[in-house]
């Protein structure tokens, strides 16, 4: 497989996103970003408070992710995003920008990831599983009580998404050694 320039490791919050998504980018020497870290002040308290959010709450959000892959990818840098991207709009949204897909923003962007091969690593498990690492969780502003809306609008990739999945039940080492195989 000709490398991506786009690793996208997705899944509900505690699939271990983060986690596998910056183990990974050590280990290819790819720059890594989460997500996360690009919340706006308004969405994390209104997940704080336990308030699912909304696809016109994640919208901005996903634009300005696309916006800093679309950059790394014309800069011909590597990257890997760790984001929940729980539905496939939101993961058009990540590639093409706002514009092209059905969900449309103010300030989205306008431009897909050009020449940026993206490979969708889907972090999968069960809820039980999945929810008992919620509980183990500190400081995050993510509660345990959201999990049930993600697997509720979760819509897992498919073909034609370029994509892996692997479980959350195997072990770290297990879950890269997956994804760089993949990448060969």
């Known amino acids: 497989m000709e490398a991506p320039g786009v690793l996208l490791v997705m899944g509900v919050s505690g699939s271990g996103k983060s986690?596998?998504?910056?183990?990974?980018?050590?280990?290819?020497?790819?720059?890594?970003?989460?997500?996360?870290?690009y919340h706006s002040e308004e969405n994390r308290i209104k997940m704080a408070k336990g308030v699912p959010l909304s696809d016109q709450d994640r919208i901005?959000?996903?634009c300005t992710l696309h916006d800093i892959l679309?950059?790394?990818?014309?800069?011909?840098?590597?990257?890997?995003?760790?984001?929940?991207?729980l539905k496939k709009t939101y993961r058009d949204i990540l590639i093409r920008g706002g514009s092209d897909a059905?969900?449309?923003?103010?300030?989205?962007?306008?431009?897909?990831?050009a020449g940026g091969k993206l490979l969708v690593v889907y972090?999968?498990?069960?809820?039980?599983?999945?929810?008992?690492?919620l509980l183990q969780r500190k400081g995050?502003?993510?509660?345990?009580?959201?999990?049930?809306?993600?697997?509720?609008?979760?819509?897992?990739?498919?073909?034609?998404?370029n994509f892996?999945?692997?479980?959350?039940?195997?072990?770290?080492?297990?879950?890269?050694?997956?994804?760089m195989e993949a990448l060969k």
């Open 19 to 37: 986690t596998v998504g910056a183990l990974l980018a050590s280990k290819l020497g790819w720059k890594f970003y989460d997500a996360d870290d």
């Open 60 to 62: 901005p959000w996903l």
């Open 70 to 85: 679309l950059r790394d990818v014309a800069l011909g840098q590597p990257v890997v995003l760790a984001c929940s991207a």
């Open 102 to 113: 059905p969900l449309k923003s103010d300030d989205s962007a306008k431009e897909p990831l």
């Open 123 to 133: 972090l999968c498990g069960s809820f039980d599983i999945i929810y008992g690492r």
């Open 140 to 161: 995050h502003f993510m509660p345990p009580e959201l999990l049930q809306s993600q697997f509720s609008i979760l819509e897992p990739p498919s073909a034609p998404e």
């Open 164 to 179: 892996i999945q692997v479980s959350v039940d195997k072990s770290l080492p297990e879950i890269t050694a997956a994804v």
